[in-house]
């Protein structure tokens, strides 16, 4: 069929990308508000095709890169923000399948909902058309923003941006706490609040180190300080 | 080049793979102990590979399960833990390469080593053979375990398990106590402390509703209860 003729055919004209199996896209736009076949496995699916194809496409484009870094300029590109965005740009929201209470409250501009079916289209690509074909759309649906991406050499971790986003405000720096250790030895598993006094905000990370459990308090400090509201352009 | 003459060969020849770039797998089987040229980033990779194949597997094996029980699935066969075990049952430690440190305090049979060892390995294959030779290998280095999963109807959450782990031994339930929220509306954090009285265990969980963070807590403690030594048969 063409895919003009879909539905949500319009999605997959953007994507270049004409279905085999028609079912599989209206499930991957189903929301569970809607019908017990819904898009919450093609999801599940989908979340580990975008993280192969997009691991797949840093550890080529950048070689010098360390597994950190790589695992960083990842976390950017498929954050619910990043994934929600794409949605948006991608005019997903329109194709969406909601029940009515979540059409009501406007659920097809819901940044958590986006970004699942957008994950679920990208399931719904690879069982129909195989890896090469969802590698086509990943590039396409990612390509401004991988083009936007920052220098490796510029990518700074969780802690270090914490410290400049509060020095370019003038404000004093996060204090770090260790609150504790849980675990056998070989198996601590450390846990540490971040707080920023100045802006009366907090969070705690864990890890298997103290740095890691630090880095993740501070990302999670960020995440706050950085959120925009919870309602993306539909 | 035949697999047996590379100084893996037999780690591949069990995996009936012939590999096309050999320097790949030496890589892969490095460990950053020895030099910057190390498995790192073909662990940033194969861990992706190994997921998405592990998901696509359990997809087409359980179309009844809900995403919850896949992911539930998944992570028993993609934990360090048997991945650790995957990689001795394929005699991974003593292909290891390893700096005299590591060497000396038995790295080769460290868990989080031969775990990472693995998901460089199906990262390499990947790169060298494409998704379908890796795979083949993901099939068959999983195949005893895939078939020792249980049945999805009996799959339990966390909270259950644990319940059922003290019940089974005569102990008190543990106790839930929520701690703290953090964040904005639409973005709380909950966070829960699960306690295990009788046995002196406790741990916090996070997460955006109540129940996930519960369910994370009562993982940990499960984990700690569960734990065998750091050690696998090398």
Same mark, same amino acid.
């Given at each position: ?12 004209? &953007?994507?270049? =990308?004409? /279905? ?20 919450? *496995? ?24 360390? @597994?950190?870094? +790589? ?12 994934? $929600?965005?794409? $949605? ?22 819901? &940044?958590?909902?986006? %970004?699942?079916? !957008?994950? $679920? +289209?990208?399931? #719904? ?9 969802? *590698?086509?759309?990943?590039? $396409? ?7 936007? !991406?920052?220098? /490796?050499?510029?990518? &700074? ?7 400049? =986003?509060?020095?370019?405000?003038? +404000? /004093?720096?996060?204090? =770090? ?9 070989? #198996? ?6 971040? @707080? ?5 905000? *907090? ?14 308090? %501070?990302?999670?400090?960020?995440? @706050? +300080? ?9």
């Amino acid at each position: 069929m063409r895919a003009a003729d879909w539905p949500c055919g319009w999605v997959l004209e &953007k994507l270049s =990308y004409a /279905p085999r199996d028609a079912g599989l896209f209206s499930t991957a736009l189903t929301h569970r508000s809607v019908s017990a076949a819904n898009n919450e *496995r093609l999801e599940f699916l989908g979340d580990a095709v975008l993280n192969l194809l997009i691991a797949e496409h840093l550890y080529r484009a950048f070689p010098l890169c360390s @597994e950190g870094d +790589l695992s960083r300029l990842r976390s950017r590109l498929v954050s619910g923000e990043s994934l $929600a965005q794409v $949605a948006s740009a991608l005019g997903l929201g329109a194709a969406l399948h909601l029940g009515s209470g979540e059409l009501k409250s406007g659920g097809f501009r819901r &940044k958590s909902i986006l %970004a699942d079916a !957008l994950e $679920a +289209l990208c399931g #719904a690509i690879f069982l129909d058309g195989g890896l090469e074909a969802a *590698r086509q759309a990943v590039e $396409a649906l990612f390509a401004a923003r991988i083009a936007a !991406l920052p220098e /490796p050499a510029t990518l &700074k971790d969780a802690k270090t941006r914490l410290q400049e =986003y509060l020095q370019s405000r003038g +404000l /004093p720096l996060p204090s =770090y706490v260790m609150e504790r250790v849980e675990g056998e030895a070989h #198996a601590h598993t450390f846990w540490v609040r971040c @707080e920023v006094a100045a802006l009366a905000r *907090r969070a705690q990370g864990s890890g298997s180190t103290r740095r890691s459990a630090e880095q993740e308090a %501070a990302e999670r400090v960020l995440g @706050e +300080l950085e959120a925009p509201l919870d309602v993306a352009p539909g």
